[in-house]
């Protein structure tokens, strides 16, 4: 986890309200990730950053949005929560092509 | 679509065994591999890497890569309950929705 932060660790929340988690590093890697870890289901992308201002869709991204407007920062909104969006979301960073490295997580329960 | 497939376990070996977790991946283009370990409740962190064909080792840990077979595997020697966690394998083919995990393979090393 080190270089790397998330906040919340943990949030509960009601169906229907925003919601924003906060990646922060401190390695200047230029890749960022945001993923959702759920039973049965592994880690799955949600969207990605290669760049400040420059960020892509993943593999489960409706419902989800980004931004980076700086190096260290990534931010993962979701713009009206639902039950569905329960889960572990882990923030991961990486050089390029090489070794992702991951933050500690965030647990959000949405009721 | 490149996909990563692992067996989800449990695997359960006796203390002081040898563990062979396994997995396969869909594309011949990849690039790099990665193994991560996952205790309950926290974030994967990396264990090992490999990038060419043939064994790799690090302490009681050595990953296999073929290639051919498109194949991956991490052996754990001397299994210790301190081993018994999730194993993620994770296949790079560059960045973003190009960096796939599998599902996991719980290990369970029983005293």
């Known amino acids: 986890d080190a270089g790397i932060t998330q906040s919340p660790r943990h949030k509960v929340t009601e169906t229907g309200t925003p919601v924003t988690l906060r990646c922060h590093q401190t390695?200047?890697?230029?890749?960022m990730y945001w993923y959702r870890q759920d039973p049965g289901h592994g880690l799955r992308l949600i969207h990605y950053?290669?760049?400040?201002?420059?960020?892509d869709k993943g593999e489960v991204s409706d419902g989800y949005s980004v931004s980076r407007s700086k190096t260290e920062d990534f931010l993962l909104t979701l713009e009206s929560a639902t039950s569905s969006q329960t889960s572990v979301y882990f923030c991961a960073i990486s050089e390029g092509k090489e070794t992702q490295y991951f933050g500690p997580g965030t647990r959000l329960l949405v009721l | 679509q490149k996909e990563v497939e692992q067996n989800s376990g449990p695997l359960s070996v006796p203390e002081g065994a040898i563990a062979s977790l396994n997995c396969t991946y869909s594309?011949?283009?990849?690039?790099?591999f990665f193994w991560y370990r996952q205790y309950s409740g926290k974030s994967p962190e990396l264990i090992m890497s490999?990038?060419s064909n043939g064994d790799k080792e690090d302490g009681r840990f050595t990953a296999q890569l073929n290639k051919a077979s498109q194949y991956v595997s991490l052996l754990i020697r001397d299994s210790q309950p301190s081993d018994s966690a999730t194993y993620l394998c994770?296949?790079?083919w560059g960045y973003g929705q190009n960096f796939v995990f599998g599902p996991g393979t719980r290990l369970s090393v029983l005293p």
């Open positions: 994770a296949v790079n």
């Open positions: 594309d011949r283009g990849s690039q790099s």
């Open positions: 490999i990038y």
């Open positions: 390695e200047n890697h230029r890749y």
């Open positions: 950053s290669y760049g400040v201002k420059d960020t």
